[in-house]
């Protein structure tokens, strides 16, 4: 079963920068895409930013310019850069990555998702 661990939040001012990274382990055959979702309280997981295997990337419109994705195919890891953080931009980060494994000496696609980081912008 791939695992996904999520590392680098935490509190930072308005105007801050934080830098989330997510590792993906297990019998992974090739992954898809691997993107950053967040929660508020009280709110709908939302999609911050993907990025494909081919490195074409989509961020939603409140982050354009900010949060930049990247991956290091290699290490099967992705990052977020945040910059210019706004308290709006405060929630419980999810990475998601979706891919092939080998399990059970057969392929199947798989889904995971990591245990979630919290990132507060606040003065």
């Known amino acids: 079963q791939v695992q996904l661990v999520e590392s680098g939040g935490g509190l930072v001012q308005p105007g801050g920068s934080l830098r989330l990274s997510c590792a993906a382990s297990?019998?992974?055959?090739?992954?898809?895409?691997m993107g950053w979702y967040r929660q508020a309280p009280g709110k709908e997981r939302e999609l911050v930013a993907g990025?494909?295997?081919?490195?074409?990337?989509n961020y939603r419109d409140s982050v354009k310019g900010r949060f930049t994705i990247s991956r290091d195919s290699a290490k099967n890891t992705v990052y977020l850069q945040m910059d210019s953080l706004e308290p709006e931009d405060t929630a419980v980060y999810y990475c998601?990555?979706?891919?092939?494994?080998?399990?059970?000496?057969?392929?199947?696609?798989?889904?995971?998702w990591g245990q979630g980081t919290q990132v507060t912008v606040s003065s």
């Open positions: 297990g019998n992974i055959v090739s992954i898809n895409a």
């Open positions: 998601n990555a979706d891919g092939s494994e080998w399990h059970r000496s057969r392929y199947r696609s798989f889904s995971s």
């Open positions: 990025i494909t295997s081919g490195g074409s990337t």
